[in-house]
């Protein structure tokens, strides 16, 4: 597809369990975005990737959450041992990377913890 | 630090009329951009409007127009002629020197027939 494709759209899961959150940028977008986005609140950033440079990890909340670029194209967010509180909508976004270029945004995944 | 502040957390306007969404941001970088997004009940970031730092006419696009007011680094968003359709959260971004974004905290916006 054009856009931002993640997967899955929803995800239920238990307390303590690990889920893998993924995004597949739009072809040629160089940057990739996490945010996090609590019902009814702004985003909360979590962490960027801008080509092959070190990713800016410094929204990531705890070292329960990681995130993974292969290839320079798709991405993987990781929670492990998930807590009630990482309940939320998953939101990613890719860009050109050039000034005055837009973040384009999936649809996210909707993470309920039980 | 860079910070986007929102100040209006709800704001209601008459079908048709124009209504006027704040945003004032803080930075220290000379290169930046600024950006709107609506974000629909449905939840999809829809983006609407960028205006560059180094740009010096207000952007338009359509119905949206950006207030770009670089001394008091104020980026409000203009709507004219409200829409039902536009009810919705909006969000004021910014893009620093690293293409890194910073999002406000938004302003849920109701049109009222």
């Known amino acids: 597809g054009a856009g931002v494709s993640q997967s899955p759209s929803n995800k239920v899961t238990e307390k303590g369990k690990d889920v893998e959150l993924r995004c597949d940028p739009i072809s040629g977008h160089t940057a990739l975005y996490w945010y996090r986005q609590s019902l009814g609140q702004g985003l909360e950033f979590l962490i960027y990737f801008q080509g092959n440079s070190a990713p800016d990890k410094s929204g990531l909340p705890s070292d329960r959450f990681s995130a993974e670029r292969t290839g320079g194209s798709v991405s993987t967010l990781t929670i492990q041992r998930t807590q009630q509180e990482d309940s939320a909508v998953y939101l990613c976004?890719?860009?050109?990377?050039?000034?005055?270029?837009?973040?384009?945004f999936g649809d996210g995944t909707r993470l309920s913890i039980l | 630090a860079q910070k986007i502040t929102q100040t209006q957390p709800g704001m209601f306007v008459q079908e048709k009329e124009a209504v006027t969404l704040d945003c004032t941001y803080d930075t220290s970088d000379q290169s930046y951009g600024l950006f709107w997004y609506k974000q629909p009940s449905s939840g999809e970031m829809i983006f609407l409007i960028y205006?560059?730092?180094?740009?010096?006419q207000n952007a338009t696009e359509g119905r949206y127009s950006l207030n770009f007011q670089k001394a008091r680094k104020s980026a409000n968003l203009v709507i004219s002629a409200s829409q039902l359709g536009d009810s919705a959260m909006y969000f004021c971004a910014m893009r620093d020197n690293f293409n890194k974004f910073y999002f406000g905290s938004g302003t849920k916006l109701n049109v009222k027939p």
């Open positions: 205006q560059g730092s180094y740009d010096e």
């Open positions: 976004a890719s860009s050109l990377g050039n000034k005055g270029q837009p973040q384009h």
